[in-house]
């Protein structure tokens, strides 16, 4: 079994950034992803702040980040990693797909986070049907019906916008005010077809066969309000994907894996990176900026083993 200076798991821009790095230091590098590479960013309709690039398409960042790890011959393959072991300076990381086990000198996790459910009344019944996660996916289903986007951060505001175009109308829960950039509220608020609802809660989902609306009560008045539409999408936060990592003892109570200015985990050879981490901002560029520095602090690591 080939032995890795590095392997990464997760192909965000976070284990990306981190795999270009690694081989421009000389590392042997493999970078694992249990889905598309991409990460979060191919489902994202535009990232308008990434620095020096203007306004993109998240998909076309992503395949433009691949491609660049290809020019350096950064190895890649598919697979779920499910459990990470030691053995002496060597780590051991085990797939769900059973024929895939790789041996490396030190990992980085940059694994992302995926979204939080509401645990309201019939979500998981129209979930994956009526209610989505992902605007850039499902939004086109949407043409000219009625859309609830629930949430009020920078995701849920940038996606009701790229929902308003498409969409008859929109409107926006949110358990308090809007909290996403104002450059960015300011343009939500501007559109015509869009209706914001701050200090709601959200009571459940109606409908029998088919999603028929969202019920919502005012946090403030204790009004009840139904609103009828055609699908929902919810923004409502971010849940760490470390089940994998749990018996490491590297993580958080939120399950986010702790690790220090240099990307360290406090087992020695293995960091974190990206969205998977404890930390203020999570964004592109901040995912990049992890994944540079645990690449050039694993290389130095492997220098001393
Ligand atoms: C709707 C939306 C809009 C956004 N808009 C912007 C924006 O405009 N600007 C901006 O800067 N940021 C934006 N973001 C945030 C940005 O997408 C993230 O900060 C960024 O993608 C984080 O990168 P990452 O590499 O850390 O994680 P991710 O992009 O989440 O990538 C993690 C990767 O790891 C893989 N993975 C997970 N578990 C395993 C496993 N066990 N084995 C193998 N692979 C695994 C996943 O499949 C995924 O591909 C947005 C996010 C969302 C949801």
């Known amino acids: 079994m080939a032995l890795y200076d590095v392997v990464i798991i997760g192909a965000g821009p976070a284990g990306m950034t981190a795999a270009i790095y690694a081989a421009r230091a000389n590392m042997s590098v493999l ?12 489902n994202t309709h535009e990232i308008q702040n990434y620095t020096g690039v203007g306004t993109i398409n998240g998909a076309e960042l992503a ?42 000198k030190t990992v980085i996790l ?39 986007v629930i949430g009020g951060g920078n995701s849920a505001v940038e996606e009701a916008i790229y929902l308003a175009s498409l969409a008859n109308s929109v409107k926006v829960v949110t358990l308090f005010d809007l909290t996403a950039d104002p450059v960015s509220c300011d343009e939500l ?18 409908g029998v066969e088919k999603l028929q609306g969202v ?21 409502i936060g971010l849940k760490p994907s470390t089940e994998a990592f749990a018996a490491l003892g590297i993580l958080d109570e ?21 969205d998977v981490v404890t930390k203020e901002l999570r964004q592109v560029v901040t995912a990049c900026s992890d994944g540079a520095v645990a690449a050039q602090v694993a290389s130095k690591y492997i220098k001393t083993i």
């Open 215 to 235: 019920r919502i009560k005012s946090t403030q008045t204790q009004e009840e309000v139904e609103l009828t539409c055609d699908g929902v999408f919810e923004y």
């Open 31 to 42: 970078l694992l992803e249990k889905l598309a590479p991409g990460g979060q960013i191919i």
């Open 110 to 148: 940059a694994t992302g986070t995926i979204p939080r459910r509401l645990g309201v009344e019939n979500e998981d019944r129209f979930a994956g049907e009526n209610i989505s996660w992902c605007a850039i996916c499902d939004g086109a289903y949407y043409r000219d019906k009625d859309v609830v």
């Open 189 to 206: 608020r501007a559109l015509p077809n869009v209706t914001i609802y701050e200090f709601y809660n959200i009571e459940g989902f109606t």
């Open 254 to 274: 939120q399950g986010y894996i702790k690790v220090n200015s240099r990307m360290e985990t406090s087992v020695a050879g293995i960091y974190g990176a990206g």
């Open 63 to 104: 395949y433009k980040m691949f491609e660049h790890t290809q020019e350096l011959q950064v190895a890649f393959d598919y697979g779920t990693v499910k459990d990470i072991k030691e053995e002496g300076n060597i780590k051991i990381i085990t797939c769900e797909e059973e024929e895939k086990i790789f041996e490396a």
